[in-house]
Structure formats: structure tokens, C-alpha cells
């Protein structure tokens, strides 16, 4: 199967590679070495690397420098975009400069609220819905057109992914059935702990098509400590963590990291058994080490070359 993007990550999903991504954290700072760090850090692990977009609606570096800087270590970026911090001619800027810079895919995001972080009194925009932005990527990569309508030379053609909440209270098929529709390949989801949730969920979607219309990439994070599986359990949306996660982390004590990777490399076991999962997206929570450990655990390095 042909990339329209020119991804890396659009060639192996099409040729039914279980594939890998990751997130490199721009810092608060400057500093272009620590994304050169964190991305040759997962070169061999991981076959795209989520740029994060002011995370946790907290200040960083670009994601637009960001992504650069991920593609000359080696490692292919998928460039976040939220709607909270951008109207719809900044969208369109940063969308035409990450391509130049090298970004193939691209992730829209509505973005968490400013409320949430350092700077809880910044204007938030949403001038476009995450809807609306998936639509703009689209139609420049079928038509060429911005979102006015204007024509325009050169235009970008991202591999185009979305979030997902599958384990969130009142779930709803018809919003992200809405994202495919609006352009959107592949689909990023929360975090999972819940197996037998996130089985019924698939078994669901699987049901309505939605699996063979998108690419499912399953959240997957690595808790360091029971009290860092406490903290998803009450303050991340549509988190669901079992009892018996929270009682192991709290069993091992010092070696709560530890346990956590054993976890986790056992939740991607069951995912990959998943009919119609496309691949996982490994969270770290701020470290690097456990990724990686998971990677390997879950026996999925070395990563496939695919021309």
C-alpha cells in the first residue's frame, strides 16, 4: 500500500506492521538538545515519535521546532496540534511549516483546559473544533485548498490522526465515525489498564466497521509507583485502573517501576491479540527508561524497514 503522506508510519501500518509510537516532550526551555535526546532514545523503538503540543496546557518549545528537530535525530515526528491555543490562520501556518520541516503525520487534538495549567488565566481560542481541523489537513492533502478555499502550491499531505477516549463514561461511536468521515487515518486512544473494557470496546467498534475504516493505536503508559496509578485512576478522563494494578505497584514496593513495566508489556500482550488493534502508544509519563523496557519486553524491537 502506497503512503499518500510520504510516512513512514503510513507504510507499515498498510503493509500490517503492529506498529510503535511513542512521545518526545519538548522542554520548557531553549534547549534543542533535550529533544535530540529523547528522540534518539527511541530511534529503533518506536516508528513515530508524538511531539507534544503545550501538554497538560503547560508553556514548551514548539512542536512545530519540536518535530524538526526529532526528524534530524533520526526518528519520524508526528506533529501535535491542538485548537486551544490557535486560530485557524495559525493552525494553517503551523500545518504548512512542520511539513516544510519534515512532519508527515500529524495528530489534531482539541487540547486539555488552560485551567489545568501554569498559565490558567491564558484566552483560549478554539476558533476551529478538532473537527474542523481534521477537514482543513484533509482537503489540503484532496484538493490543495485552505481552508478559505484558496489554492495553493506545495500542499502538505499528512497521515491524519485523532484522539480517542474509548473507556469514557456515556461513550459515543458517532464522534470519532464523525472524525473518519472528516478525513481522519488513524486514531491514537487513552491510556489502558481495563483489558476485558477495552476487549468490548474493539469487539464494538469492530462490529460497526470503525476497524476497518481507521487504524487503532492503543494507549499504553508505564506507572511508576502505586501512587502514580492512583492519580490516572481519579483525574484522567475515561482512565479506568483496576484495583488489582494499584495493589501490585503497592506490593513492590521500590521496585514499583519495575512492576509497572512487567504490567504494562503484559497489557500489550493482550492488545496485540486484539483483532483489528493496528499497534500501541506507549506513554512514559516524563521517562524514557520504562518505555523502552516495555518495547523490548513486549518483544517488539528491532523495528521493520519498509521502503
Not at 18 to 34: H, I, K, L, N
Not at 127 to 150: C, I, P, T
Not at 173 to 199: C, H, N, P, W, Y
Not at 274 to 302: C, D, T, Y
Request: net charge neutral; with cysteine.
Amino acid at each position: 500500500m502506497a503512503a499518500r503522506s510520504g510516512s513512514r508510519l503510513e507504510r507499515l501500518l498498510g503493509h500490517g506492521v503492529f506498529c510503535v509510537t511513542a512521545e518526545v516532550v519538548p522542554p520548557r526551555s531553549a534547549d534543542a538538545g533535550e529533544v535530540t535526546r529523547q528522540a534518539r532514545g527511541l530511534v529503533g523503538y518506536a516508528d513515530a515519535a508524538n511531539v507534544t503540543d503545550n501538554p497538560t496546557a503547560s508553556a514548551h518549545m514548539s512542536p512545530v521546532a519540536g518535530a524538526h528537530l526529532v526528524a534530524a535525530a533520526g526518528l519520524e515526528p508526528l506533529l501535535q496540534l491542538t485548537c486551544r491555543d490557535r486560530n485557524r490562520l495559525a493552525l494553517t501556518a503551523d500545518i504548512l511549516g512542520a511539513w516544510a520541516l519534515g512532519a508527515r503525520s500529524v495528530l489534531c487534538l482539541t487540547g486539555d483546559p488552560a485551567t489545568v495549567g501554569d498559565h490558567p488565566e491564558a484566552k483560549e481560542v478554539f476558533d476551529l473544533s478538532v473537527m474542523q481541523l481534521v477537514e482543513l489537513a484533509a482537503r489540503l492533502r484532496r484538493e490543495g485548498r485552505l481552508g478559505s478555499g484558496k489554492a495553493i502550491s506545495h500542499p502538505p499531505r499528512y497521515f491524519i490522526g485523532v484522539a480517542e477516549t474509548p473507556l469514557g463514561e456515556k461513550y459515543d461511536f458517532s464522534r470519532l465515525e464523525r472524525k473518519i468521515e472528516a478525513g481522519a487515518d488513524f486514531v491514537q486512544t487513552q491510556m489502558v489498564f481495563d483489558l476485558e473494557a477495552f476487549e468490548a470496546w474493539a469487539e464494538d467498534a469492530r462490529a460497526r466497521g470503525i476497524l476497518e475504516r481507521i487504524f487503532v493505536l492503543a494507549g499504553v503508559a508505564v506507572p511508576s509507583s502505586a501512587r502514580s496509578a492512583r492519580y490516572m485512576r481519579e483525574h484522567l478522563r475515561g482512565v479506568i485502573v483496576p484495583d488489582r494494578v494499584i495493589a501490585l505497584m503497592e506490593e513492590a514496593g521500590p521496585d514499583a517501576e519495575t512492576e509497572g513495566v512487567r504490567l504494562s508489556v503484559e497489557v500489550v500482550a493482550r492488545l496485540k491479540a486484539v483483532s483489528g488493534v493496528a499497534g500501541i502508544h506507549v506513554m512514559g509519563l516524563g521517562k524514557m527508561g520504562p518505555v523502552r523496557r516495555v518495547i523490548e519486553g513486549a518483544g517488539l524491537v528491532p523495528r521493520p524497514a519498509i521502503a
